[in-house]
């Protein structure tokens, strides 16, 4: 029997002690040996919810982010369905739908280890690598076919394969589909499919456009929600380190600068992290700039050539690589497990996007820490975040490393830290059950936090060293 989540305070500990075995899911005993190899101990609570439905027959709305277990909630009621019957030439069973390369291929091995026991066929469909071995194994038929939007209707415009045969049809982190403009080939690939069809379908967050197109396609679907993992927020500490440029045009270049004097402040704690940028180009110029101060690094953006990616990426898991500098996009969905810290050097301009660069740490039941660079021009996006995950981001105000002058001018800035918040009970998830006022929980965090950015800046007091008596601060505020 579960034990229902009241809080997520809570969520740890229910993990440990939910009851429910793989083997009360309704697994045929194959899958269940090698769900059993793969080490897996107890089914997390979207597979737990998800599984037996699924295996029922009945569409599935699955809310959920990466880090949940949610890709084995359809790969293994997949693979015991399609266990019997035969694949046609051309014609595959099931297709599932990945928005990047990085997540197809990692749903891939999710099949992969999951049917060593069965006779399934399975075939990647996904720009940029070689698929001469793909098309022959199209070309004699596949259970499986797990593709990027593009790339599938592409092949189905060459007639190299029909989609009247799909059973069922997986749509991956819808979310990010959205995001990526793939919804139109989505409902394309919806309309060539059969109707009879079931369809599993998972996104972190449900826009109208997602709930749009549910409406449509799926039939009278079980709706199954989780909190994102418990570790994405329970067991990160989050800090934003704010600075003031000098100029508006030199910003980029001294957040740089701000970059490498945090990285050389935690250098002994990371084992190994990721940074974040806003836009591709950022990404390269980071590399180039912390490559050329000796820092060890590579770097992942959708405009870099498959080969590299999956070879940094490589790297990276195997710990060859020690600072993954990232746009959105590429990271979205990859599954490196022990990252010890997450940067970001830019703001994410989409609140959500905190929530999934951050939930790269501090996964697996691992403590995380997320350090955040901003400039008080960032208080709007800082206020959206905090609207989102429901509470505050501690400041802390950072010297410009290339603001030296000013330093020795007035004898040394003093900071007046705010207090590292790290406390998870306090805490609140998006996606969490109490939802019940957050709009307006979130305009209110959000005007506090651009108040607060720009009260940090008045609250530095020149000369005074690091501890100023509380009872001073207030008299110089009040
Ligand atoms: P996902 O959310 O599907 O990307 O899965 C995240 C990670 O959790 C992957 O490394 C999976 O191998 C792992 N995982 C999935 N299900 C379980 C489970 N029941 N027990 C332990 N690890 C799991």
Redesign the pocket.
Known sequence: MNIHRRSRSHECRNFILRMTN?SELGLPPDVLSA?EA???????P??EQAIPRALEGRDIIGI??????????FTLPIISMLSQGRARARLPRSVVLAPTRELAA?VAE?FK?HSSNTRLSLALLIGGVSFKEQLALIDTGVDVLVATPGRLLDHFGRGRLLLSGVQIMVVDEADRMLDMGFIPDIEKIFKLTPFTRQTLFFSATMAPEIEKITSEFLSNPVRVEVTP?ATTVEKISHVVKRFAPTRKSSATKEKRAVLRAILAEVDNDVENAIIFCNRKNDVNILLNSMTKHGIDCGAIHGDLDQSVRTDTLGKFRKGLIRYLIASDVAAR?L?I?RVSHVFNFDVPTRAEDYVHRTGRTG??GRSGIAITIATRADSKPVGAIEGLVGFELPIENMENPVDQPAKSKSGGRSEIRRKSRTNASETKSPGDDAVVGRDSAKRRTSRRSVAKLEQADEEVIVGMGSHVPAFLTRSLHS
């Open positions: 793989f769900v793969t080490g897996y101990g107890k089914p997390t979207i597979q959920a982010q990466t880090g949940t277990g949610k890709t084995a909630s990692q999710s280890l993992p969905g599954d497990p996964r697996a």
